[in-house]
């Protein structure tokens, strides 16, 4: 016990002399959650449109200021040459053409199919799909008014209701689509995952490179104790970095924390001692900081593209889907949103907690044994 | 049966094909100061890993203060000290915190370690210095501190490890100085060097070529064996008969 004190000690001592640690360690995770969850947000802002309105009328000016109305689009350019709008689309100036032909409100007026032309900038597809869908709901609802307008104006007293069944989507759990509301819990969980798997396996590997481990390797300290006084101070760290981004979340963002706090919490703890792990066994298997920062950003990526932070894993193809299952940071975001949000306690969560536990271990025990005092 | 601080027979460690250390057989009485001599690559530092344990050897046998290196390096581990080439104590530590760390790793009690520490930065001269960082201290400070933390936990056997490398003459003798001390308490001292005048020093010494231990002896002996006048010319003669290495 001792022995692990004064290792624990040192580790801090270090930790907090280091002037340029300070801030990384708990600075730049509120930054990072401030950052990101505004920025990673799935509403549409500001697309930019280029308008050809041929027809110059009355119904057709009202198109356009429907699509402006939503506060979604904006006006770029107004030009009567498709060419000139398809080479700021090229140029990425704006990312919706908008065409009206000419003898469009006329065609609407005789109650005549009338088209009109959306051409959509569709690299990025999930945005391409948003703006075709607001697009199309815009149109709709203008479309059904001018339905009723012609109704009332042919004063037929048998009015033709345009019946169709209304779907009024009742959004639970997230009632306002609130993507900070999505986003918040799961980065949270990417900012404890990077003090995890990056600082414990770096700070053995630097002592490596440094040379002290080798005179570590010299004194009767044993490898769990070694092991445990490199996993403990970076596991303080990352639950005061977690509970700081917490209160942030909960006072700041007003994320709802529907479950318990508690729960979050421990496995939050078994959550990082599992990526710590990680880091501890890729700095048994590198001799130097660079290769242990590569491998850990390789993995990091991995885990947090396939996470379920940004896409929903249903959507993933099965294989993808499958890999998840050796993902800890893909359960614990959804722990995380579950929990936070959805109010899920333990039954909903035991099997997530226990595969992030077995992962743990195993990954806690290989470490240990792959640590070894003597040199290859 | 006169027990030896350190004995070997045959200590064997390769590297795929390549043999570092190859077969040495000797012994280091208790208490003397023993120079471990060789070119670059003769693999001194191989057989020194092995016989504090952080090498494990490929055959041959290694009996460290009567202890197998094989079965029992952890138990060997609390009974030597060690100063390695590279310098190791922590950069980003006092002095004082550095000397708190070791001690506490070998189990030293926190009153004796408190008065123990006020010893070394005495006795190292670096009483006005215990709290500055070990980074701004001058390198021949470093290693006299670092061989103070060697020898902390009363070791029966230290290993230094090219003490004195870049070190200006003066505090090169000052470290030999230390090092006669440490021996007078009955530690035994193993240490390499490429100082032929510290060779000098020596009680004993042996010399390696391409991992074999071409000469051993006290410094006297082998400059009647070799018929020469200081160990350096025996040195020579040995180190250009070596296939590899760039000594």
């Known amino acids: 016990m001792k022995i692990i004190r ?13 002037k340029s640690m300070l801030p990384i360690l708990f600075v730049m995770p509120v930054v990072q959650l401030l950052v990101l969850s505004f920025a990673a947000t799935y509403e549409l802002k500001e697309v930019d449109v280029a308008l050809i309105d041929n027809d110059q009328s009355a119904l057709s000016r009202e198109v356009m200021s429907r699509f402006q109305a939503t506060g979604y689009f904006n006006l770029e350019l107004e030009t009567f040459h498709y060419a000139e ?19 469009f409100q006329t065609r609407v007026r005789e109650g005549r199919v009338a088209d009109l032309q959306l051409v959509i900038d569709a690299v990025d597809g999930s945005t391409a799909g948003l703006i075709q869908s607001y697009s199309t709901s815009i149109l709709k609802d203008l479309n059904a008014e001018q339905m009723r307008k012609i109704q009332m104006e042919s004063y037929s007293p048998q009015v033709q209701k345009v019946k169709s ?5 009742q959004n639970w759990y997230n009632p306002d689509l609130d993507y900070i509301t999505f986003m ?8 404890v995952s990077m003090i995890g798997l990056f600082l414990s396996g770096m700070n053995i590997v630097r002592e490596q490179e440094i040379g002290t481990i080798e005179q570590l390797n010299v004194t009767p300290i044993r490898k769990y104790q070694f092991m445990i006084g490199k996993l403990l101070p970076f596991w303080v760290i990352g639950m005061i970095d977690l509970l700081i981004g917490l209160i942030l979340a909960r006072y700041g963002f007003n994320i709802p924390f529907l479950g318990s706090l508690i729960t979050v919490l421990i496995v939050a703890g078994i959550f990082l001692i599992t990526i710590q792990s990680l880091g501890l066994l890729i700095s048994t298997i590198t001799h130097t900081q660079q290769q242990a920062m590569f491998i850990a950003w390789f993995l990091m990526v991995i885990f947090i593209l396939m996470g379920g932070l940004f896409t929903p894993i249903e ?31 333990w039954p909903e969560i035991q099997f997530m907690v226990y595969g992030i536990t077995a992962m743990g271990s195993a990954l806690l025990l290989i470490s240990i044994n792959k640590y070894k005092k003597t040199v290859a | 049966m006169p027990e030896y ?15 570092a250390v190859d077969h040495i057989s000797f012994e280091v009485q208790k208490g003397e100061i023993f120079g471990f001599l060789g070119a670059n690559g003769a693999g001194k530092t191989t057989a020194m890993k092995m ?25 060997i581990k609390k009974q030597i000290g060690y100063m390695s080439q590279k310098f190791s104590l922590y950069d980003d530590l006092t002095p004082r915190e550095n000397i708190r760390f070791y001690g506490g790793i070998y189990g030293i009690s926190e009153e004796y370690l408190s008065q123990k520490i006020d010893e070394v930065l005495e006795g190292t001269g670096l009483k006005d210095q215990g709290d500055k960082l070990v980074q701004a201290l001058p390198l021949g400070w470093k290693q006299k501190l670092a061989f103070s933390i060697a020898i902390l936990h009363n070791p029966k056997i230290v290993f230094l490890d090219e003490p004195t490398g870049g070190v200006d003459p003066v505090t090169r003798r000052a470290f030999w100085e230390q090092i006669y001390e440490v021996a007078e308490q009955g530690i035994t001292v193993f240490v390499t060097t490429h100082y032929m005048d510290e060779a000098e020093y020596c009680d004993r010494l042996s010399i390696m070529v391409d991992g074999r231990m071409d000469a051993i002896g006290s410094p006297e002996d082998l400059k009647h064996e070799f018929s020469a006048s200081s160990v350096e010319e025996i040195f020579i003669k040995l180190a250009r008969s070596a296939k590899r290495g760039d000594g």
């Open chain 2, 5 to 19: 601080a350190i004995q070997t027979e045959n200590l064997t460690r390769k590297f795929g094909d390549f043999i």
């Open chain 1, 6 to 18: 004064v290792l624990l000690q040192k580790e801090f001592l270090q930790i907090f002399r280091n």
């Open chain 1, 165 to 169: 069944i209304q779907v009024i989507p």
């Open chain 1, 85 to 103: 709008a398809m080479m700021a689309m090229d140029q990425g100036e704006v990312s919706l053409i908008l065409e009206i032909p000419s003898g």
């Open chain 1, 315 to 345: 959507s993933m193809p099965m294989w993808a889907q499958n890999l998840t299952y050796i993902n800890p940071v893909a359960y614990f975001i959804k722990i995380m949103r579950m929990v936070l949000l959805k109010g899920a306690g």
């Open chain 2, 51 to 75: 016989l504090t344990g952080l090498l494990t050897p490929t055959s041959g046998k290694a009996l460290v203060t009567g202890r197998d290196v094989y079965t029992e390096a952890e138990f």
């Open chain 1, 184 to 191: 918040v819990p799961g980065i949270l969980v990417v900012l």
